[in-house]
């Protein structure tokens, strides 16, 4: 059964920067999609982006030019860098895997099946 633990969550100000990690433990399905998920006080849980076992990634408009994603395979650990971070960045941040399921890798939570526990981002003004 695969397991993921998220960390490198924190406090940060207004255009800082935080990487968080995204550990998998056990087996990992061969051809997957890895996603980043947020979730705001109120807000309904949002996809950030998502990386195929291959390392394609996809970033949604909002990160985009601001967030990457990457992993780590030898490690079997995906990455999300985050720049440029703003006040409305802040939320419990997921990271989810499930088998890729066609060409792209997309955030519909309904492909994901396995989350980790969340890691907290604090963006202050």
């Known amino acids: 059964q695969v397991q993921l633990v998220e960390s490198g969550g924190g406090s940060v100000q207004a255009g800082g920067s935080l990487t968080l990690s995204c550990a998998v433990a056990?087996?990992?399905?061969?051809?997957?999609?890895v996603a980043w998920f947020r979730q705001a006080p109120g807000k309904e849980r949002e996809g950030v982006g998502t990386?195929?076992?291959?390392?394609?990634?996809i970033v949604t408009d909002f990160v985009k030019g601001r967030f990457n994603m990457s992993q780590d395979n030898s490690k079997d650990v995906i990455y999300l860098q985050m720049n440029y971070l703003k006040p409305d960045d802040t939320g419990m941040y997921y990271c989810?895997?499930?088998?890729?399921?066609?060409?792209?890798?997309?955030?519909?939570?309904?492909?994901?099946?396995?989350w980790g526990q969340g890691t907290q981002v604090t963006v202050s003004s």
């Open positions: 990386i195929d076992s291959d390392g394609r990634t």
């Open positions: 989810a895997a499930g088998v890729k399921k066609g060409l792209v890798c997309w955030t519909w939570t309904s492909d994901y099946t396995t």
């Open positions: 056990g087996y990992m399905f061969t051809d997957r999609c």
